[in-house]
């Protein structure tokens, strides 16, 4: 059981957009930045979205990030067969003194 | 350039331990941290603990407490993760990443793969 909730899965066509979200509390998410993470089979994650909303160096402007609350959205707009793969948020959780990761979401794009 | 080099992939027995490296190069060590994250084989990321460049205060995830150990050399910027009494559900590829202030940011160690078999 993950201390951020994320859907299991989505899915879109090619072209086509998708949010993906992530649920938390006030000890995680709601005062702490959240980043979002692309993880691929057989390589290591990759950051998206740093600080709720900001974009890595080569990170296209397709993705975008948005907090509000206890809840963030990771936006991929322009669906590409490439970005098939699981996306998962993490952030900071001042209470547990610990870093937190949702269970993670499988994008198919269809 | 930036860069987090891991160390080798391990095999294991139950009850033992393993140390894995993590060779940072490309910035000033002691002015970042370090996280480990690990995924088991068909699960999700994993936060398993935080160590500071500049002065080693560390925060371990709470299930591991007791288990993991993480240290640096600052004079080779390497960070370790050391995990005792080692069982299956141990088996994972365990990454290594520079933090954004806790949390993982957006330089990763290429991962080792940690394997606990009889």
């Known amino acids: 059981q993950s201390v951020l909730t994320q859907p299991p899965s989505v899915s879109a066509a090619p072209g086509q957009k998708v949010t993906i979200s992530c649920s938390g509390s006030?000890?995680?998410?709601?005062?702490?930045?959240v980043f979002w993470y692309q993880k691929l089979p057989g390589t290591a994650p990759k950051l998206l979205i740093y600080?709720?909303?900001k974009r890595p160096s080569g990170i296209p402007d397709r993705f975008s990030g948005s907090k509000s609350g206890t809840s963030a959205t990771l936006g991929i707009t322009g669906l590409q067969t490439g970005d098939e793969a699981d996306y998962y948020c993490g952030t900071w959780d001042g209470s547990l003194s610990a870093g937190v990761f949702g269970g993670g979401t499988k994008l198919t794009v269809l | 350039q930036v860069q987090l080099v891991q160390s080798g992939a391990e095999v294991k027995k139950p009850g033992a331990s393993v140390k894995v490296s993590c060779k940072a190069s490309?910035?000033?060590?002691?002015?970042?941290?370090i996280n480990w994250v690990r995924q088991a084989p068909g699960q999700g990321l994993e936060w398993m603990g935080w160590i500071s460049g500049y002065n080693g205060n560390t925060n371990y995830a709470q299930n591991l407490q007791g288990r993991v150990t993480m240290t640096t050399d600052t004079s080779t910027s390497t960070a370790f993760m050391e995990l005792r009494s080692l069982r299956s559900d141990d088996t994972a590829m365990y990454y290594c990443?520079?933090?954004?202030?806790?949390?993982?940011?957006?330089?990763w160690g290429q991962g080792t793969l940690v394997t606990v078999s009889s």
């Open positions: 600080d709720n909303n």
């Open positions: 006030s000890s995680n998410i709601g005062n702490n930045y």
């Open positions: 490309g910035y000033t060590f002691t002015n970042y941290g």
């Open positions: 990443a520079r933090a954004n202030v806790y949390t993982p940011g957006g330089y």
